[in-house]
């Protein structure tokens, strides 16, 4: 009912930037929280940023002062800037998304991205 397809992964040197997109569709009704998640083998998946669907956002220690996390509600698309790139910040990114959806009932669900790769070198 609700697909989420991200793009803007790569390869970039450190101290490079990158910048992510993910798009929702499907028969949305509204979004609340939208995120970016990302992982590394061997580790859990770990809370990038978020947003809310009133713009406060939130971001891991890790990226704080780095990355920013912004959406564009019309277009159902959250973005994820990605300036000063270290090469531990290489991961399969995820976005995610809290959507109320029209099934046969305004439905909420938890929808999540294919996942983009990211690589930073050093």
């Known amino acids: 009912q609700v697909q989420l397809v991200e793009s803007g992964g790569g390869l970039v040197q450190a101290g490079g930037s990158l910048r992510l997109s993910c798009a929702a569709s499907?028969?949305?009704?509204?979004?609340?929280?939208m995120c970016w998640y990302r992982q590394v083998p061997g580790k859990q998946r770990e809370l990038v940023a978020k947003?809310?669907?009133?713009?406060?956002?939130n971001y891991a220690d890790s990226v704080k002062g780095r990355f920013t996390i912004s959406r564009d509600n019309a277009k159902n698309t959250v973005y994820l800037q990605m300036n000063s790139l270290k090469p531990e910040d290489t991961a399969v990114y995820y976005c995610n998304a809290e959507v109320l959806y029209r099934g046969g009932l305004y439905t909420w669900g938890d929808f999540w991205g294919q996942g983009t790769q990211v690589t930073v070198s050093s």
């Open positions: 499907g028969r949305i009704f509204s979004i609340n929280d």
């Open positions: 947003i809310t669907s009133g713009g406060s956002t």
